[in-house]
Nanobody
Framework: QVQLVESGGGLVQPGGPLRLPCAAS????????MGWYRQAPGKQRDLVAT???????NYADSVKGRFTISRDNAKNTVYLQMNSLKPEDTAVYYC?????????WGQGTQVTVSS
């Protein structure tokens, strides 16, 4: 059993920063891909960023240069540092860990960018 717990969401003004941590617990394989996805109202869930256990990153074009994904393998925790936030970044952000092709999801955390 794998559990993912996100935190750090909230209301932030345009241009501001926000950091989302996600802690994974349970049977976590050493080789995995941890990442973040987001879903805005009425839209599909989209990739934001992923980071493999080997250190390879992948970012959505819309967040490149503004968001940074990192992880602490010893703590099975992945972070999403979001800077220069825009109203269009408003969404529910979901943590994900993929092991052997099987995805696990957190419950999501709301991020609202508004003045």
């Amino acid at each position: 059993q794998v559990q993912l717990v996100e935190s750090g969401g909230g209301l932030v003004q345009p241009g501001g920063p926000l950091r989302l941590p996600c802690a994974a617990s349970g049977s976590i394989c050493s080789r995995n891909i941890m990442g973040w996805y987001r879903q805005a109202p009425g839209k599909q869930r989209d990739l934001v960023a992923t980071l493999t256990s080997g250190g390879i990153t992948n970012y959505a074009d819309s967040v490149k240069g503004r968001f940074t994904i990192s992880r602490d393998n010893a703590k099975n925790t992945v972070y999403l540092q979001m800077n220069s936030l825009k109203p269009e970044d408003t969404a529910v952000y979901y943590c994900n860990v993929n092991m052997r092709g099987f995805p696990y999801w957190g419950q999501g955390t709301q991020v609202t960018v508004s003045s």
